[in-house]
């Protein structure tokens, strides 16, 4: 901004000099007149006499306003003021832009048109040639002039000015009156007064221009139905193009379907010819009680998204009086939980809504008379539906084996949602759709629902839902809220046509740009699945195939108990009697790897192998002195006990030393020259990862490095699965304080005994990161380099999404860190990898298949 600053007087010079002409004043180029007037709708047009301007605008651009200059100033004219008795000849096309020979120009008739420049007054004469068979409004409307009336029309509008409102209002929701008022300021911006108000022809016109534009979108002028005989006759709604659709994207039959030349059972793949929906209510398409035009219709009635309203307003009066509707979530109520008082004064408290579920695309929809109840959601619903049902055949309503509908009050919906449409469409296909219908609640609005309602009717566990949320309708009711403000003063037919433009608008934009992003998707989702599926094989084989194999055979729908309590797979009991799957590593622990030195020692008879126990001994004195600093940094233990535990370790590390020097001679110069530490948990033991390898090898303690290496990577092994159980052992007792701490004292107590396993998992993430930079000591690496098989622990991979409850949002494109699948595949290069994941036994029906 500083650059334009600078330049401000220039630039404020042409601007200036673009509202006036050096050539004004002086002779016209056709050498007969003075040139006074200019064109600002005109690209780089040369002042002109008058004359010579009517010549060059009457024929091809009449609307351009005459800038004339009159001594003074310029004075802005229509084309019939600059030259008396201009005339402009409407509807004679057989030679445009000259006089009809049969008109009679001694009468013309003063016309109000409306451009995109402005309201003109000007002069009109209308062809004569064929009078006795063409009316004025056709004259009008083949010069792309819309009248305001098809009577006697004396006012119209360009067909440039209505496309330009129709995009303008839905890309910014811009009203009628305000488009208007700023043509009225763009005709005279000192006096808008002075110029004509045409806003309610105006509205008039652009209601007409909007239905007549979404029936020429959708094909109807074409006789589309003619071509898509198995879509709703007359429709004007833009589809989605994605979704599944019979005999239009997808076969006939799609029992099987072919992946990769091989035949995939139907029920792994179901969701390819799975119908996905949303339903959701909305409250800022209010309508007020105001006086109402009875004659006011709806334009596109029966023909948008919106019901016949005879049909539709019985139907609903008949639910209101006789339908009882109870909550039975106690903790998520849709229709209790709207303030009553916002539906003060409103004849219409909003509209419900479907989508297709994956691509955020409107279906159908209904006025609310009285908040949202089941009445109104059954009646849209059972109207997308029957969008794929427009010859009520059976093999039709088939097709689809599975259709999955989210709704934020779904678990107080569906339960009489058979009985309802069954008595209410008793000889529609709808009612037999019904019986593949599949309530599950958002993602979003599931946190809002007590703990069964997380499990019966959560997307994550549906089979076939996939990354699927089901609140793609909330960003919808977003953009919709944008014209609540004008819709709710319209009379009723005029707001459904403008509902139904701008939801219509919704669905092409969708429709525009799906393309790139499900492109997107699909590059994220190439991304994720070998992450996935790494994650899942890994784990698969930690658990062991025989557990698998038990789990898979588990249902995993969930089943209430006899006792009333619903049970699914994916939920943890955290009852102690109740046996938990505890994960193992492919990897030994340190007492694995002592246990075979002592196996060892005992078959080689190799006195000299009792370096292994010296060793093994002092990562046990070093765990004591980490735990000794641990209480210090506390500052919770008496004095006295850390007094008397640094005794009693004192006396260890003595006694060790012996052994110690006994072992590796040579040690003993280190030990004497080294100085000793303050405090005893902060004295060093000389082990060979605390010195150089020259040092090492001078010192002859190479053996003993090989075994201080060996038993390093069991404690580092040790360390890993001690910090997976105290994650699992925090989940479980996180869960059981929620569920049952109550006041103070019980949360109090809860806490301690969080606190211990959380003060337990710093321990073991101590001794891990302790005994890498060992390893790397060992290895003769710098504390920078990388450790196969040991990588860099940070507090972000400490980590699990906690078993004992739902998913939560965001977890479904996160997987457990590396220390869940640590050691399993630990053993294999790059290209074993790759052989493990793409492995041809692998059963994608969420078995392990051949992995051992």
């Not at 084996?401 to 009489?416: E, R, S």
């Not at 009379?491 to 046509?497: C, E, F, V």
């Not at 995993?556 to 797979?569: V, Y």
């Not at 093994?616 to 007094?643: C, G, H, N, Y």
């Amino acid at each position: 901004m500083v650059n334009f600053y600078r330049e401000f007087p220039k630039l404020l010079d042409y601007i200036l000099d673009s509202e006036s002409d050096p050539e004004i004043g002086e002779l016209c180029a056709c050498g007969e007149g003075i040139s006074t007037c200019c064109c600002r709708d005109c690209t780089f047009y040369r002042p002109t006499c008058a004359p010579c301007f009517v010549k060059s605008h009457l024929g091809s651009n009449p609307f351009h306003w005459a800038e004339v200059w009159n001594g003074t100033h310029f004075e802005r004219h229509d084309i019939s003021e600059v030259v008396p008795g201009t005339v402009l000849t409407v509807g004679h096309t057989t030679d445009r832009g000259n006089q009809c020979p049969y008109a009679d120009y001694s009468k013309p008739l003063g016309f109000i048109l409306t451009c995109l420049n402005g309201t003109h007054r000007t002069k009109v004469v209308f062809c004569e040639c064929k009078a006795s068979t063409v009316k004025r409004y056709d004259h009008l409307m083949s010069m792309e002039i819309f009248p305001s009336t098809l009577s006697r029309p004396e006012s119209g509008f360009t067909f440039t000015l209505l496309r330009d409102f129709h995009l303008q209002t839905l890309t910014s929701k811009k009203s009628s009156y305000d488009y208007m008022e700023a043509i009225r300021c763009k005709t005279n911006n000192a006096f808008p007064q002075d110029v004509p108000d045409m806003y309610k022809n105006f509205v008039r016109v652009q209601r007409v221009w909007r239905a007549l534009s979404n029936i020429k979108r959708n094909g109807q002028g074409h006789n589309i139905d003619k071509f898509l005989p198995f879509r709703p006759k007359g429709s004007v709604l833009v589809p989605c193009f994605a979704c599944p659709e019979p005999e239009f994207n997808t076969p006939k039959e799609a029992n099987t379907v072919t992946i990769c030349n091989s035949n995939i059972a139907h029920s792994i793949i179901r969701h390819v010819d799975m119908l996905y929906i949303m339903m959701d209510g909305h409250f800022g398409l209010q309508r007020f009680a105001m006086v109402d035009d009875p004659d006011d219709i709806s334009l596109l009635r029966g023909m948008g998204f919106f019901p016949v309203d005879d049909e539709y307003n019985a139907f609903v009066l008949g639910d209101l009086l006789t339908s009882e509707e109870k909550a039975t979530c106690s903790k998520f109520n849709a229709v209790e939980m709207q303030n009553k008082l916002k539906f003060k004064g409103c004849v219409i408290t909003g509209v419900l809504g479907v989508e297709c579920g994956r691509h955020s695309i409107f279906l159908s929809m209904v006025d609310l008379q009285k908040g949202e109840r089941f009445g109104n959601a059954d009646f849209a619903l059972a109207r997308a539906l029957r969008r794929f049902l427009p010859a009520l055949t059976l093999g039709r309503a088939k097709f689809f084996k599975h259709i999955v509908v989210t709704y934020d009050v779904a678990c107080q919906y569906f339960v009489k949602l058979k009985e309802r449409f069954k008595l209410s469409f008793p000889l529609s296909d709808v009612s037999v759709m019904v019986d593949m219908i599949h309530m599950l609640v958002p993602k979003m609005h599931l946190a809002g629902h007590k703990e069964d309602c997380r499990y019966r009717f959560s997307l994550n566990y549906f089979d076939g839902a996939g990354r699927l949320h089901g609140e793609g309708i909330e960003p919808s009711w977003a953009e919709t809220k944008q014209s609540g403000g004008s819709t709710q003063h319209m009379n009723h037919g005029h707001r459904h046509d403008t509902i139904i433009d701008f939801h219509n608008y919704w669905n092409w934009r969708k429709n525009r740009m799906m393309s790139g992003r499900l492109e997107e998707q699909l590059n994220e989702a190439t991304k994720m699945r070998s992450k996935m599926i790494m994650q899942y094989k890994s784990l698969s084989r930690g658990h062991g195939q025989d557990k698998i194999e038990g789990w898979l055979k588990e249902p995993t729908a969930a089943t209430r108990a006899p006792n009333g309590e619903w049970k699914s797979p994916y939920r943890m009991h955290t009852n102690p009697s109740i046996e938990t799957a505890d994960m193992y590593f492919l990897v030994p622990t340190q007492e694995e790897i002592m246990q075979s030195f002592h196996s060892k020692e005992k078959s080689d008879d190799a006195p000299q192998e009792a370096g292994a126990s010296v060793v093994f001994d002092a990562l046990k004195i070093e765990e004591k002195q980490r735990e000794l600093r641990a209480l210090v940094k506390s500052q919770s233990t008496p004095a006295d006990d850390l007094k008397e535990r640094r005794t009693k370790l004192s006396g260890e590390i003595k006694r060790w030393r012996k052994r110690y020097i006994k072992a590796a001679p040579l040690v003993e110069s280190l030990i004497a020259a080294a100085p000793q530490a303050e405090t005893i948990e902060d004295e060093s033991l000389h082990l060979p990862s605390s010195i150089t390898l020259a040092e090492r090898t001078k010192l002859g303690l190479l053996n003993l490095s090989i075994y201080e290496l060996k038993l390093r990577e069991g404690e580092a092994n040790t360390a890993v699965v001690g910090i997976c159980n105290s994650l699992i052992h925090e989940n479980l007792l996180s869960g059981v304080q929620r569920q049952h701490s109550r006041g103070v004292y019980q949360n109090t107590r809860s806490h301690q005994f969080i606190n211990r396993v959380k003060a337990k998992r710093k321990a073991y993430a101590a001794q891990y990161r302790e005994c890498r930079r060992r390893l790397l000591e060992l290895n003769n690496l710098p504390s920078t380099a990388t450790l196969p098989g040991y990588p860099t622990l940070q507090a972000k991979d400490m980590f699990q999404k906690n078993a004992t409850q739902t998913r939560v949002l965001g977890e479904g494109k996160e997987t457990d860190s590396w220390i869940w699948s640590y050691g399993n595949l630990r053993d294999m290069d790059e290209k074993e990898k790759l052989e493990f994941l793409s492995d041809g036994q692998y059963d994608y029906s969420f078995g392990v298949g051949g992995v051992n």
